[in-house]
C-alpha cells in the first residue's frame, strides 16, 4: 500500500491532535485542584477532647472554606446535681470560636481552634457543641445540645472525627461532690419607699436573679463567680409584691417598709426655761414628742442637787427655794444652760423675810409638773409676782467666743440709770449758770 503525500500529512496531524488533547486530560485535573474550596455542609473536621480538664480542639481537614461560609464551635461547662446527667445544670463558663473564609486569594486562615473553660470543684457536665448558641438552664423538660455535640451519630455531630487516641463522645459527666449554690438577697428600702435589691453571689457559677414586682416590674440580672454584688431598684411605685428567684428558689419575698431610722421630722429640741418668783428658783424642761431622752443636773448653793431625766413627750421640774446669794448650777445635756443661774428676788415681793428651804408660802406658776421635785412648795391661792425667762433651749453648746452668761436685771440697772441722768442734769445746770455770770463780767 502506497502512502501517498496527503496521506502522510493526515496521519501526523492526528497524531499530534491525539498528543494535545492527552496533554489537555493531564492538566485539568491539576488545575481543578489548585482552585477547591468546601462549603460548610460538606465541611469535615477531627477533634480532641478532654472533659475534667474542661480543654477541647478541632481541626478543618478540607478545607479552606469558600468566600462567605463561616462554622463556629462552643466548649461549655455546667454544675450538676450529680456524676450522672441530670437536671438541673447551671453554666459555669464557656468559650467560643469560629472557622471563616479567607478575606481575599493571598489570606491564609486557621484550620484548628483550641478551646478552654473552668470546671467546677463539684458535679459537672462539659459540652463540646457545633454553633455558639448556649442553653443557660438546663432543666427537665427544656432545650438540649442532642446531636449538635461534636462525635454525635447525626447531623452536624457526625461530621468531625476523633483524632488518634481521642474520644468518640466530646462530652462528659463527672466530679465529686454536691455544688452548693449559695445566692443572697438583701432588701434596702429607702425613707422615699423604693427598695433597693442587692444581688449577692457568693456561688462557683454565675446566677441569673428574675425580679418581679407590682405593676408588671419585671427584671433579670446574672451575676458572675466571684463578681461583685449588684444593686436593682424597685420604685415606689412598684414596692409591693417584691418576689426574687434564683436556681428555682424565691430566695426574697416582700414589700416596702419604712426604715426604723426614718425621722420625720429630725429629733426634736428641747424646751428648757426657768422661772424666778417671790419663793425661789423653778425649772422647767419639755421633750418633744420626737425628742431624745435627756439628763440635766441642777447643783443649788444651798441645799440638794436634783437629776432630772426625761423622756420623749416629757415635761418635769425642779424647784429650789429662794435663800440670799441663791444660785443654781445646770449641767448635763442641757449645754447652754450650764453655768449658774442666779435667783433675782422680784421688786414687788415686799419685806418679808423669804421662807425657809423646803417651806416655801405658795407654789411658783408653773406647768405641772410630771415628776414632783425634791421640795414641794405647799399649795395657796395667792398668785406670785415673778421675774420669768422663757428663752427655748438649744441642745447646741454656744462658742467660746461669746458671752455665755446670763443678764441682769431689776434695781440695781435702774439705780444707774437713774444717778446718770441726774449728773447729765447737773452739769447742764452748771453750764448755763457760769455763761450767765460772764455775760454780767462783761457789762
Known amino acids: 500500500m502506497r502512502h501517498t503525500p496527503l496521506r502522510r500529512v493526515a496521519l501526523v496531524a492526528a497524531g499530534a491532535l491525539l498528543g494535545l488533547t492527552g496533554l489537555a486530560s493531564v492538566a485539568s485535573p491539576a488545575m481543578a485542584t489548585g482552585s477547591s474550596c468546601t462549603t460548610a455542609a460538606n465541611a469535615e473536621y477531627k477533634h480532641e477532647f478532654n472533659g475534667p480538664a474542661g480543654t477541647a480542639s478541632i481541626e478543618l481537614t478540607n478545607g479552606p472554606l469558600c468566600e462567605g461560609e463561616s462554622q463556629s464551635f462552643a466548649l461549655v461547662s455546667y454544675t450538676a446535681p450529680s456524676a450522672q446527667f441530670e437536671t438541673p445544670q447551671f453554666v459555669l463558663d464557656t468559650s467560643k470560636q469560629a472557622f471563616t473564609a479567607p478575606g481575599d486569594k493571598r489570606e491564609l486562615t486557621t484550620n484548628k481552634l483550641d478551646f478552654k473553660v473552668a470546671v467546677p470543684e463539684c458535679y459537672t457536665q462539659v459540652d463540646f457543641v457545633f454553633g455558639d448558641e448556649i442553653i443557660d438552664e438546663l432543666v427537665n423538660g427544656g432545650a438540649r445540645y442532642n446531636d449538635r455535640k461534636v462525635g454525635s451519630p447525626g447531623a452536624p455531630g457526625y461530621k468531625s472525627k476523633p483524632a488518634a487516641g481521642q474520644p468518640q463522645n466530646a462530652w462528659y459527666n463527672g466530679g465529686s461532690g454536691t455544688c452548693k449554690a449559695e445566692p443572697e438577697v438583701k432588701a434596702l428600702p429607702d425613707c422615699q419607699g423604693n427598695v433597693t435589691l442587692k444581688l449577692i453571689n457568693r456561688s462557683n457559677f454565675s446566677t441569673p436573679f428574675r425580679i418581679t414586682a407590682d405593676g408588671n416590674f419585671s427584671e433579670t440580672k446574672t451575676v458572675g463567680v466571684n463578681a461583685e454584688p449588684v444593686d436593682v431598684k424597685v420604685p415606689a411605685a412598684n414596692a409591693k409584691n417584691i418576689v426574687v428567684k434564683a436556681q428555682n428558689k424565691v430566695l426574697y419575698e416582700g414589700s416596702w417598709t419604712k426604715p426604723e431610722d426614718c425621722q420625720v421630722p429630725e429629733v426634736g429640741t428641747p424646751d428648757a426655761k426657768y422661772t424666778s418668783s417671790c419663793e425661789g428658783l423653778t425649772f422647767e424642761v419639755k421633750n418633744p414628742e420626737n425628742g431624745k431622752d435627756l439628763t440635766a443636773t441642777f447643783t443649788p448653793t444651798t441645799g440638794e442637787a436634783q437629776t432630772l431625766t426625761v423622756k420623749a413627750n416629757e415635761t418635769k421640774t425642779a424647784f429650789f427655794p429662794g435663800t440670799e446669794g441663791l444660785k443654781v448650777t445646770v449641767s448635763g445635756d442641757l449645754d447652754v444652760l450650764n453655768g449658774e443661774v442666779v435667783w433675782t428676788k422680784p421688786a414687788d415681793c415686799g419685806t418679808d423675810t423669804p421662807p425657809a428651804e423646803g417651806t416655801p408660802s405658795a407654789s411658783p406658776s408653773v406647768s405641772t409638773p410630771a415628776e414632783t421635785p425634791s421640795a414641794t412648795p ?40 437713774g444717778g446718770a441722768a441726774l449728773l447729765v442734769a447737773v452739769g447742764a445746770g452748771l453750764f448755763f449758770m457760769a455763761r450767765r455770770r460772764k455775760l454780767n463780767f462783761k457789762a
Do not use: F, R
Open 378 to 417: 405647799s399649795e395657796s391661792t395667792a398668785t406670785p409676782t415673778e421675774s420669768t425667762s422663757t428663752s427655748p433651749v438649744a441642745t447646741t453648746p454656744v462658742s467660746d467666743d461669746e458671752d455665755t452668761s446670763l443678764p441682769v436685771t431689776g434695781a440695781a440697772a435702774g439705780g444707774i440709770a
